[in-house]
């Protein structure tokens, strides 16, 4: 089968570019499939962090990509359609997550519907966006009625996409693992050195904005403390309010308990974050996808994670972890005193390397493939 990918790839860093990397990585094993990946994705004026380029040494990248969209550049978004016709391919898929890529996926898929057969699929990340806006999802609907079919990870996505366009053929499956984080070369004892921990150490992992909910875990560990010698790492970039979390720290007397690690990570050194990690936690106070769970399982790590979006769909409570109330920071404390203290550790690591059977690329390729019939 013939295939088109369009989405972000090396230099550009976050989890929708590993995403779309593997993905990739994983479709061409099986089929002829053509990469269209971004020259530019955001202009540095809207982007909120402090850069778009990924300044990992070790990076995940694939041959044979072709880097030729430029977002603030329509010219190569015609460019980039007649090359996918030119392939001919049998799908087209395109990743969808923000409604900031209207205009160059609309353009594009008109292209494509309009001189080609092939299926359109949007492989939707966030149908809404987070902190969306009526605008956002007036956008959202326009480029989406372009599509002949989509992927969600979560069952609140598959009601959002169902809201907007009742009927659609949807596919909802699990957000794949991901197991490409130099696991052979984790040096989790460097991690505790570097910031002095002795203690158990929680892991709050990604980019902070307010809908991830830290500041409920941070109000969650003085309870924390007082039954566990604990620390808990933000590590993440801030991209926005960090003085509000440093007031709250303050104010809770938490200074030596909680190591803040305000940078995108490189690849090279995410495994000895979760590797020196005893416990992965997600305060969230909405989400949909989740890579920060797979990331975690990969390493064997259990998650405390909120009933939101995916994440109830993701962890067996109780077994791979365990699931709170959003916003309620004493269930968040509750739990982590429960895992150290009453919980089979050994059996939970067990019970999350069986669970990750079903968090395989190879099955996410074969939901792909049932959309060119």
């Known amino acids: 089968m013939k295939i088109c990918l369009i989405g972000p790839t090396h230099p550009f860093r976050g989890g929708i570019s590993h995403y779309t990397t593997l993905l990739y990585r994983h479709l061409r094993k099986q089929h002829d499939t053509l990469f269209i990946a971004f020259s530019r994705q955001y202009p540095k004026w809207l982007f909120p962090g402090k850069t778009d380029i990924d300044p990992s040494t070790s990076h995940l990248s694939e041959p044979g990509v072709h880097k030729i969209l430029d977002s603030m550049n329509p010219a190569t978004w015609i460019r980039s359609a007649l090359k996918i016709v030119k392939h001919k391919p049998d799908l087209v898929i395109i990743p969808w997550w923000v409604s900031f890529w209207t205009p160059q996926f609309w353009t594009i898929s008109f292209i494509i519907k309009r001189f080609s057969n092939a299926r359109l699929i949007f492989l939707c990340h966030n149908v809404v966006e987070h902190e969306s806006k009526a605008l956002d999802k007036l956008l959202t609907g326009i480029v989406l009625k372009r599509g002949t079919g989509f992927i969600v990870h979560s069952d609140e996505d598959l009601n959002n996409l169902l809201h907007i366009l009742p009927g659609a053929r949807v596919q909802k499956t699990f957000h794949p693992t991901y197991d490409v984080f130099n696991m052979a070369n984790c040096t989790p004892q460097a991690v505790r050195s570097k910031y002095k921990i002795t203690g158990k150490i929680l892991l709050f992992f990604g980019f902070v904005r307010p809908y991830k909910g830290l500041k409920y875990l941070i109000q969650a560990m003085p309870e924390i403390i007082k039954h566990n010698d604990a620390t808990l790492m933000i590590v993440g970039e801030f991209w926005k309010d960090k003085a509000e979390y440093i007031s709250m720290i303050k104010a809770l007397g938490?200074?030596?308990?909680?190591?803040?690690?305000?940078?995108?990570?490189?690849?090279?050194?995410?495994?000895?974050?979760?590797s020196s990690a005893d416990l992965v936690i997600q305060p969230y106070v909405s989400a949909t996808g989740s890579g920060v769970i797979q990331t975690a399982f990969a390493f064997n790590k259990p998650v405390i994670a909120t009933s939101v979006g995916c994440l109830p769909e993701v962890i067996e409570h109780g077994k791979t972890g365990f699931l709170v109330e959003p916003s309620n920071c004493t269930q968040i404390a509750q739990s982590v005193n429960h895992y150290f203290t009453e919980t089979d550790v050994e059996c939970m690591q067990k019970n999350i390397a069986k669970a990750n059977e079903k968090f395989s690329w190879r099955y996410l390729v074969n939901v792909i493939e049932r959309f060119a019939f």
């Open 254 to 274: 938490l200074e030596q308990h909680i190591v803040i690690v305000d940078e995108y990570v490189p690849n090279e050194a995410v495994g000895s974050y979760f």
